[in-house]
Structure formats: structure tokens, C-alpha cells
T-cell receptor, first 111, second 116 residues
Framework: DAKTTQPTSMDCAEGRAANLPCNHSTISGNEYVYWYRQIHSQGPQYIIH???NNETNEMASLIITEDRKSSTLILPHATLRDTAVYYC????????????FGTGTRLQVFP | GAVVSQHPSRVICKSGTSVKIECRSL??????MFWYRQFPKQSLMLMATSNEGSKATYEQGVEKDKFLINHASLTLSTLTVTSAHPEDSSFYIC????????????FGSGTQLSVL
């Protein structure tokens, strides 16, 4: 079973920051938080992952609370091409375990 | 970044026929690959875990005789849907875990199967 909960859907204006929350209150000490997104009729795309420190890459920033029970994915300047379903997943880093997907958040970026 | 190639992207077949879907890791070796299925407006459901050189591990409720998985090399895994029926129509997605680093999974672009 998925270990995360996310809002079903969110809207964001183009050019504004999109902040996508995720709750993972039962996360274990060795589990990382991963974010993937899926654009319609494509395979999921890796965005970012982190353990406890905030992370940033060319796509997004990941903010993890100090107690690690929740996190927020930030797309700093959303574009129409960021419209997708965003999945937050917890998984041990060095482990061959599968990724279990929850229901995700459907982000709609509008002009 | 690592590339996972999945073919075909779309296939239409008659009921009762078998369909093979290929998943290749193009620039890395993958000891482990995963196969998912996705119905419209639903999340991805894991079907099976495929390890190179050994039998696949199927999730509960997935028929291993219907969904044959072969992982004969470190760069190729195949999923064969045998005796396909309309209810097998779905979006099938593979993913690969780079050998030696289990940091993140890379996904193929998916295969839309339509069984008439």
C-alpha cells in the first residue's frame, strides 16, 4: 500500500510557483521521499528525491519538514507543460524494492 | 539521464492473440525491471518484478501464466500478454533500476494495448 497521501488536484497560474504537498507520517528512518510526474499517456518522469535536507535541482525544489512527516514539491515558475499528475513516494534508497504509486495530485497549470 | 526504451508504443490486437512488449535500458544495465499497468484515470499498479536470469515475482492477483515476463539480459525485459482479451486493454509501463546504484527508477514511455 502507498504510504503517502496527496490532494487529488490543484490548479496553478502559469508563471507562479506550484506547491504540491505530501503527507508521509509513517515514513521510516531509512526511507527517502521521491517525486515523479506523469504527463498524459507517458511514462513517469523522475523529478527529485531527498532524505531530510531540502533539495533543489533544475526541475524543482523539495522541502521536507524537520520531523519528516510531510514534504512539499515546489515548481518555482510553472508552465503549461508542467500540467501532469505528480506522485510522492517513499522508498529506501539503496534497495531493489519496487516503487508503489499512490493516487497522486493532478496539477493543472492555466494561462 | 538514463533512457528506457519501450516498444511498441501502441498495439491493437484481436481477442485470443498474444502480444509482446519490449523494455530496453539503452545506456545502462538493469538487474531489476518492473512492469506496471495503468487503467484510465487511475494510478500505476505494479504487476511484477523482473530480475535478470531468474523468474519474475508477481504481485498478488496477477496471473503469471497470462502475463509472461522474460528478463534474459541486463538490458532487456519482455512482457507477453497471452490470449489477450478486451479486459486486458490497458497502458503498460516498464521501469528499470540501474545495476550497482539503486538510487532511482527510470521509466519507459509506455505501451497502449487495445484488444478488440
Amino acid at each position: 500500500d502507498a504510504k503517502t497521501t496527496q490532494p487529488t488536484s490543484m490548479d496553478c497560474a502559469e508563471g507562479r510557483a506550484a506547491n504540491l504537498p505530501c503527507n508521509h507520517s509513517t515514513i521510516s528512518g531509512n526511507e527517502y521521499v521521491y517525486w515523479y510526474r506523469q504527463i498524459h499517456s507517458q511514462g513517469p518522469q523522475y523529478i527529485i528525491h531527498g532524505l531530510k535536507n531540502n533539495e533543489t535541482n533544475e526541475m524543482a525544489s523539495l522541502i521536507i519538514t524537520e520531523d519528516r512527516k510531510s514534504s512539499t514539491l515546489i515548481l518555482p515558475h510553472a508552465t503549461l507543460r508542467d500540467t501532469a499528475v505528480y506522485y510522492c513516494i517513499v522508498r529506501p534508497l539503496y534497495n531493489t524494492d519496487k516503487l508503489i504509486f499512490g493516487t497522486g495530485t493532478r496539477l493543472q497549470v492555466f494561462p | 539521464g538514463a533512457v528506457v526504451s519501450q516498444h511498441p508504443s501502441r498495439v491493437i490486437c484481436k481477442s485470443g492473440t498474444s502480444v509482446k512488449i519490449e523494455c530496453r535500458s539503452l545506456d545502462f544495465q538493469a538487474t531489476t525491471m518492473f512492469w506496471y499497468r495503468q487503467f484510465p484515470k487511475q494510478s500505476l499498479m505494479l504487476m511484477a518484478t523482473s530480475n535478470e536470469g531468474s523468474k519474475a515475482t508477481y504481485e498478488q492477483g496477477v496471473e503469471k501464466d497470462k502475463f509472461l515476463i522474460n528478463h534474459a539480459s541486463l538490458t532487456l525485459s519482455t512482457l507477453t500478454v497471452t490470449s489477450a482479451h478486451p479486459e486486458d486493454s490497458s497502458f503498460y509501463i516498464c521501469s528499470a533500476l540501474p545495476h550497482g546504484t539503486n538510487e532511482k527508477l527510470f521509466f519507459g514511455s509506455g505501451t497502449q494495448l487495445s484488444v478488440l
